[in-house]
C-alpha cells in the first residue's frame, strides 16, 4: 500500500469515530484519564486530557503518523536532507543547539561543528562586551543594546528577552526595533544615549525593506564615528560588510536557519548580551531536552511517549472533528505575554498553506488561527467568547508552579486561575445548577471547550527553550501529517512586491498594472499628505 493510501486509510478510520463530547462523562467513566493522557517532556508536563478524545482515536491518529512515516521525516531532516523542498534546502534549527560531539556533514560541511564555531565566537563577543574590553568610540561601556528586525529576527529575541527578565545582567538593556513606522524607532532612540549604545541589526539577506530602512536611520543616529556600535546577525556577510558593517562584528548563520527557528543562532545575540553566555547555553540545553525527547520517541508505539507528535495530532484531531480552526494561547506569567505573537508566526507562517508537498490543493484545513494574551488580562477580555460563545477554540494553557517575585500567595492565586478556567472550560455549569437563578439561561456554561495545560516547575532558560522547541516540533509534525511544506513563506511576497508599485503611486508615479482602488486609495493619501504639510 502507497503512503498516500495508508493515510487515507487511517482517515477514513478516524472518520467513523464517536467523537466524546461530554468530558464530565469520559471522567466519570475513566478515574485514570487525566494520567493516561499527560505527557511528560524534559521539566514540562502535559496534560491533553481535557480534549474530545480517547484511547482509540489516539492510537488511530498513532496510526496515521505511522502512515504518513513522521519517524522518517524527522530522521531526514536531522540528517541534512533538503526536506524543504520548494527552496531545496536541509533543516537544521536542530543543529544549533546540538553538541560538538555529533557530526552532521552536509554537503560536505560538518554542520554541527560550524555552528558551534558560530557560537563560541558570538559568546565570547558577548563576554567581551560584558568585561568591558569591547567599547563604544570614546570608550564608553555600552548601557543598551537595539536589535533592529523583524519577524524571526524580532519576535524570539523580543520574546526570550521579556520572558528572562529575572536572568538579564545589570548594568545593560535591549530595545527592539522592528516596524518600518519611524515612530517606533523615534519611542525606542529617544531615550537612550548614542555613544553608548549597541546596534544589532539582523536580516537574514540583509535586503529586507523594513530593517535596512530603520538600520539607515539608527546609522545617522549614531556618532560619526559610530560604525564600531554597529553589528551584523545575517546569513549575507558580505552584503553586511559592504553596507559597513567590521567584519569581526558579522555573525553569519546559515541559510538552513528558517528566521522563525533562528532564536537559538546568532539571531540571539541580543538576547545573549542581555542575560550573558551562561544563561544562553542553558537556553539552548533546554531546546536540545526537546530534541532529544523526540529522537527517542520518534518511533515509539507508546501512546504516552512522543509528546509534540501527541500535540500535533490532537490539533489536527479538534480540526477534524471539532470544526476548530482558532488557538488561544494563553500564559498565565506576564512575563511569557509574547508567546501568543511569536506563536502565531511559527505556526501560521510555517502551515499557512494550501498545497501538498507535491503542489496539488489541500482538501481540508491547515493551520489554526493563532492568538491570545496572558492570563489573568486575557480573562477580562475575550473568555467570555471562550466560554459561552458560539465558536469553538482550543486553548494552550501555560503556567508555573512557582514565580520569581513575592509574593508567593499572588502568584498562587495566578496559578489558581490558570487550572480553574482549564476545568471551567472543560466542564462548563450545567442548566439544571443554574435554573432557579435569574437568567438561568445566560449563567449557563456549556462546557466541552478543548484545552491542554502545560506546567513547569520556574520560569528560566531551560524552560523557555524547552517550551520554544516544543511548539517547534508540533509544526514539523503537523505540517507532515498534512503533507505540507512547513519551511517557506512564499505568502509573504506578493505584499512586499506590490507595495513597491504603492510606493511609486504615492511619490506621483502611476503604475499601468494598478487597479482603481489602489488608485483612490493612494491619491487620497497624496492629497491629505500635502494638506497636512502645508
Known amino acids: 500500500m502507497s503512503t498516500k493510501d495508508a493515510r487515507e486509510s487511517v482517515w477514513t478510520d478516524?472518520?467513523?469515530?464517536?467523537?466524546?463530547?461530554?468530558?464530565?462523562a469520559a471522567f466519570a467513566a475513566d478515574p485514570d484519564r487525566a494520567r493516561r493522557f499527560t505527557v511528560p517532556v524534559g521539566d514540562l508536563v502535559v496534560d491533553m486530557s481535557k480534549n474530545p478524545w480517547d484511547d482509540d482515536i489516539?492510537?488511530?491518529?498513532?496510526?496515521?503518523?505511522?502512515?504518513?512515516?513522521?519517524?522518517?521525516?524527522?530522521r531526514r531532516m536531522r540528517s541534512g536532507e533538503p526536506i524543504n523542498l520548494t527552496e531545496d534546502r536541509a533543516v537544521g534549527h536542530t543543529w544549533l543547539r546540538a553538541p560538538r560531539s555529533e557530526s552532521t556533514l552536509v554537503d560536505g560541511v560538518d554542520v554541527v561543528a560550524e555552528a558551534n564555531d558560530l557560537l563560541d565566537r558570538m559568546l565570547h563577543f558577548v563576554d567581551e562586551v560584558h568585561a568591558g574590553r569591547v567599547v563604544a568610540a570614546d570608550g564608553s561601556r555600552f548601557t543598551d543594546i537595539v536589535n533592529v528586525g523583524i519577524g524571526g529576527s524580532d519576535l524570539g529575541p523580543r520574546l526570550a528577552?521579556?520572558?528572562?527578565?529575572?536572568y538579564r545582567l545589570r548594568g545593560i538593556r535591549a530595545h527592539f526595533i522592528s516596524n518600518v513606522d519611524p515612530a517606533n524607532a523615534a519611542d525606542v532612540l529617544g531615550a537612550l544615549?548614542?555613544?553608548r549604545t549597541l546596534v544589532v541589526i539582523a536580516s537574514k539577506t540583509f535586503t529586507t525593506e523594513e530593517t535596512m530602512a530603520n538600520a539607515r536611520s539608527i546609522r545617522e543616529w549614531l556618532p560619526a564615528d559610530g560604525v564600531t556600535q554597529l553589528c551584523a546577525v545575517t546569513s549575507d556577510a558580505d552584503r553586511a560588510v559592504a553596507w559597513g558593517i567590521a567584519p569581526d562584528r558579522c555573525f553569519a548563520f546559515r541559510e538552513w536557519v528558517g528566521g522563525r527557528y533562528s532564536i537559538g543562532s546568532s539571531v540571539g545575540l541580543v538576547l545573549a548580551l542581555a542575560i550573558g553566555s551562561g544563561a544562553f547555553r542553558e537556553f539552548l540545553a533546554g531546546q536540545r531536552i526537546v530534541d532529544e525527547h523526540v529522537d527517542e520517541h520518534v518511533d515509539s508505539v507508546s501512546p504516552n511517549a512522543n509528546a509534540p507528535l501527541l500535540l500535533a495530532s490532537l490539533g489536527i484531531w479538534n480540526a477534524m472533528a471539532g470544526g476548530v480552526t482558532s488557538k488561544a494561547v494563553v500564559p498565565y506569567s506576564y512575563d511569557l505575554r509574547s508567546l501568543p505573537a511569536f506563536l502565531q508566526q511559527l505556526d501560521m507562517e510555517s502551515n499557512g498553506k494550501s498545497v501538498h508537498r507535491d503542489g496539488t490543493p489541500v482538501s481540508g484545513g491547515t493551520a489554526p488561527i493563532v492568538w491570545g494574551a496572558a492570563g489573568t488580562d486575557a480573562q477580562h477580555a475575550f473568555f467570555q467568547l471562550l466560554h459561552q460563545g458560539t465558536r469553538e477554540v482550543a486553548v494552550d494553557f501555560i503556567g508555573f508552579a512557582a514565580g520569581h517575585d513575592e509574593p508567593r500567595s499572588q502568584h498562587d492565586t495566578l496559578v489558581a486561575n490558570l487550572i480553574a478556567q482549564?476545568?471551567?472550560?472543560?466542564?462548563?455549569?450545567?442548566?439544571?445548577?443554574?435554573?432557579?437563578?435569574?437568567?438561568?439561561?445566560?449563567?449557563?456554561?456549556?462546557?466541552?471547550?478543548?484545552?491542554?495545560?502545560?506546567?513547569?516547575?520556574?520560569?528560566?532558560?531551560?524552560?523557555?527553550?524547552?517550551?520554544?522547541?516544543?511548539?517547534?516540533?508540533?509544526?514539523?509534525?503537523?505540517?507532515?501529517?498534512?503533507?505540507?511544506?512547513?519551511?517557506?513563506?512564499?505568502?509573504?511576497?506578493?505584499g512586499k512586491e506590490m507595495a513597491t508599485e504603492a510606493r511609486s503611486e504615492l511619490d506621483g508615479r502611476p503604475s499601468a498594472a494598478s487597479d482603481s482602488s489602489t488608485r483612490l486609495l493612494t491619491e487620497w493619501c497624496r492629497a491629505h499628505r500635502s494638506a497636512s504639510e502645508a
Open 193 to 195: 544615549d548614542p555613544r
Open 161 to 166: 528577552y521579556e520572558a528572562l527578565r529575572p
Open 422 to 494: 482549564s476545568r471551567a472550560l472543560a466542564f462548563g455549569r450545567p442548566e439544571s445548577s443554574t435554573a432557579r437563578l435569574p437568567a438561568a439561561a445566560h449563567r449557563r456554561f456549556p462546557g466541552h471547550r478543548p484545552n491542554t495545560v502545560i506546567l513547569a516547575p520556574r520560569l528560566k532558560p531551560s524552560t523557555l527553550g524547552q517550551i520554544i522547541a516544543l511548539y517547534e516540533h508540533v509544526v514539523f509534525f503537523q505540517g507532515w501529517l498534512w503533507d505540507i511544506n512547513s519551511f517557506d513563506q512564499y505568502g509573504v511576497e506578493l
Open 14 to 24: 478516524l472518520r467513523t469515530r464517536r467523537v466524546p463530547h461530554d468530558f464530565s
Open 58 to 74: 489516539r492510537r488511530d491518529l498513532l496510526r496515521l503518523a505511522d502512515a504518513a512515516d513522521v519517524g522518517g521525516a524527522w
